[in-house]
């Protein structure tokens, strides 16, 4: 049976590489900030949700469509751009932006997924991006890192609240992948965090999908509630 996956960050490296390994016939409802290169959006099976998960008013943007009670599976990918800003210069107007691209966005998502189970009851699955700085934080990241944690509460809360027959949630915390996320780190950083690291190298956008899919997979059908650290052993 066809399965349908809503995928936020459609455009982030990670997004299309999940995309880009999904089975011919799977429909994916890929979410935008801009619509889809051409060379994503060939797929037929692609519905672009265009919308700025910013935006408080967000949804409106799904109206018509997409239908909720057809969602299987839901991955979010999407995260503000970190800010590298020191606690006492941000400001709330901020803060509140980053939340709600980070958390309050998927909040929305998934009451309006689950509100459909009475209508289809199905088992959805959910994984969600954090990142290995819930391990260790690093300065200049409060509206990140919390946001991020405020995600890893969401993956115990919900797992608790629902049976795993019918919602199974886990989330992935890669370290540092070399995508356009991190951009603005300088290249000496970068290579400083490779050298120091136990493997000599970042983790690879492949290997973090690697377990995405896992975690979509019934070969995970007993794992719920989890969040798996993708850092190579740099505990
Ligand atoms: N790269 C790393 O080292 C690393 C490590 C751990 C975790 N992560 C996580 O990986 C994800 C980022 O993926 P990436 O590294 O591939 O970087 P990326 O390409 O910069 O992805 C960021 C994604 O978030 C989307 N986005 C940002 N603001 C949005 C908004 N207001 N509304 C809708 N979409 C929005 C972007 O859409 P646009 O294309 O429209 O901008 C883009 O698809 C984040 O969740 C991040 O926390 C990254």
Not at 229 to 235: L, Q, R
């Amino acid at each position: 049976m066809s399965r349908t996956i809503l995928i936020t960050g459609a455009t982030s490296s990670f997004g299309r590489e999940l995309i880009s390994r999904l089975p011919s016939g799977t429909r994916i409802v890929a979410v935008s900030r801009q619509p889809l290169p051409p060379e994503m959006s060939n797929d037929s099976e692609i519905i672009n949700v265009i919308s700025d998960l910013a935006r408080t008013d967000f949804l409106n943007d799904f109206d018509n469509k997409i239908d909720f009670s057809q969602v299987d599976e839901f991955v979010h990918f999407a995260a503000a751009p970190m800010r590298m800003q020191n606690f006492s210069s941000n400001t709330s107007e901020q803060l509140l932006l980053d939340y709600q691209t980070n958390f309050l966005s998927v909040v929305a998502l998934l009451t309006k997924v689950v509100a459909t189970r009475k209508q289809n009851p199905r088992q959805v699955r959910v994984v969600l991006m954090l990142t290995d700085m819930l391990r260790s934080a690093k300065k200049g990241e409060t509206s990140y890192i919390t946001s991020k944690f405020a995600l890893l509460g969401l993956v115990n809360s919900l797992s608790m609240e629902f049976s795993g027959n019918d919602l199974r949630i886990n989330a992935v915390s890669p370290s540092l992948v070399e995508t356009k996320y991190v951009e603005h780190f300088p290249e000496f950083l970068r290579k400083d965090i490779s050298n120091k690291h136990p493997m000599k190298r970042h983790c690879t956008v492949a290997e973090v999908i690697d377990s995405v899919e896992f975690l979509l997979s019934p070969q995970s059908s007993f794992i719920n509630g989890q969040n798996i650290f993708i850092n190579g052993g740099e505990n």
